[in-house]
């Protein structure tokens, strides 16, 4: 399986809105909507933002939203905070109960 | 409140063995299936491996299939991965993560990590 592919790096201003996109093939995603995405402080564990391309698990802001348009997944940050500084990962159900992550976005927070 | 303790990371030599454990709490383990996630120094997450509810289903990615066994113990709450064969390149740090929470095919919790390093 190969990895989905992210922009190694955004940046937005507090207040601005960011996208971060993470495409695949079409077997990556393999025809289904389980995309997820992730968010990683250095040194600390990965927790969920988003799931199922658009859903957000309870306790997420609802500045974080996503979607889905044919191998290309998006997480969009509105509002950006100084605590949005992080990496984001998206990552895809990939069938056969396998699944593959994107190389890793870091955003910062100008 | 969710919790995955991971423990048994270390310093091994090329072609030696570890067994990973995760110690998990706060959620009924039996109900959900389990995940291997790993993160090489200054680099993104891989996904290893994964385990059914059971235990009677496994999973593995390419780049460990035939070296790694992951395992767990319904009654004891606990996960495992038995690596064998390392290389250099399994060097990293390994999350414990649970999947099911937010349907079947979401990771939503993981450990703080072990580290894994091999190198001689």
């Known amino acids: 399986q190969s990895a989905l592919t992210q922009p190694r790096s955004v940046s937005g201003s507090p207040g601005q809105s960011v996208t971060i996109s993470c495409t695949g093939t079409?077997?990556?995603?393999?025809?289904?909507?389980?995309v997820f995405w992730c968010q990683q402080h250095p040194g600390k564990a990965p927790k969920l933002m988003i799931y199922?391309?658009?859903k957000r698990p309870s306790g997420v802001p609802d500045r974080f939203s996503g979607s889905k348009s044919g191998n290309t997944a998006s997480l969009t940050i509105s509002g950006l905070q100084a605590e949005d500084e992080a990496d984001y990962y998206c990552?895809?159900?990939?069938?056969?109960?396998?699944?593959?992550f994107g190389g890793g976005t870091k955003l910062t927070v100008l | 409140e969710v919790q995955l303790l991971e423990s048994g990371g270390g310093l091994v030599q090329p072609g030696g063995s570890l067994r990973l454990s995760c110690a998990a709490s706060?959620?009924?383990?039996?109900?959900?299936?389990m995940s291997w996630v790993r993160q090489a120094p200054g680099k993104g997450l891989e996904w290893v491996s994964g385990i059914s509810t059971s235990g009677g289903h496994t999973y593995y990615a390419d780049s460990v299939k035939g070296r790694f066994i992951i395992s767990r113990d319904n009654s004891r709450s606990t996960l495992s991965l038995q690596m064998n064969s390392l290389r250099a390149e399994d060097t990293a740090v390994y999350y414990c993560?649970?999947?099911?929470?937010?349907?079947?095919?979401?990771?939503?919790?993981w450990g703080q990590g072990t580290l894994v390093t091999v190198s001689s």
């Open positions: 079409g077997s990556d995603f393999g025809g289904y909507n389980y």
């Open positions: 706060g959620f009924t383990f039996s109900s959900y299936a």
């Open positions: 990552c895809s159900y990939a069938g056969s109960y396998t699944w593959v």
């Open positions: 993560a649970k999947r099911g929470g937010y349907g079947d095919y979401t990771i939503d919790y």
């Open positions: 199922e391309v658009s």
